[in-house]
């Protein structure tokens, strides 16, 4: 009988870290898309400036239209997953009617586009913007800005497989320990087995 409440346990778990990873990649999608929409409309260039820097133009807008690609990507994922998770949710067999499970690598995917490569792409567009806007007028802004951002991009970068890191040593942990407990209990109903 527990066993089949430790797993429900888990199977709701699994709902209410779905809903919250597709509430997250929303808010932060629909944030930094934004904002890179509203950086390549306002950059204001002239081509007088810019006629020797063409190549760093293109990079920009390659890169702001990735990141609001990613993100659009992870919000329409969001969007169409979110409500059916919320409506069951919301019911009495809310484990059996939600398809979070089905759908976890869409769940994934939204995830790892708004909260990985959508923020990576944000940063290097920031530093991309920061050349383009600022190099003509000043060398230096163009690289204290670089300055500035190669450590937190290694920083990000550090953290994201840090983080994924122990996520994976944490479910690896958790599936051991829940194996051990399924081998003592095989064991436990063994031998009483073999006393009858």
Known sequence: MSTSLDTTAVRWKHLQLSR??????SRTSALLSGF??????????????????????IAFCVCTTLLVAVHMLSL???????????????????????PHVRLKYYIEASWICSTLLGLLLFLVDIGLLCWVKFYPISAMAAYAATAVLAPLLFLFLLFAVHF??????HSSERVNEQLDDLNAEYEMLKSKSDVV
């Not at 979110?82 to 009495?92: D, F, G, K, V, Y």
């Open 20 to 25: 919250a990873k597709l509430k997250a990649s």
């Open 36 to 57: 890179a929409m509203v950086a390549m409309v306002e950059v204001s260039l002239d081509k007088e400036t810019l006629k020797d820097r063409e190549g760093l133009v």
């Open 76 to 98: 329409m994922i969001s969007t169409c997953i979110l409500p059916n998770l919320e409506a069951a949710s919301s019911t009495r067999d809310a484990i059996v009617d939600s």
């Open 164 to 169: 994924y890191r122990s996520l994976a040593d």
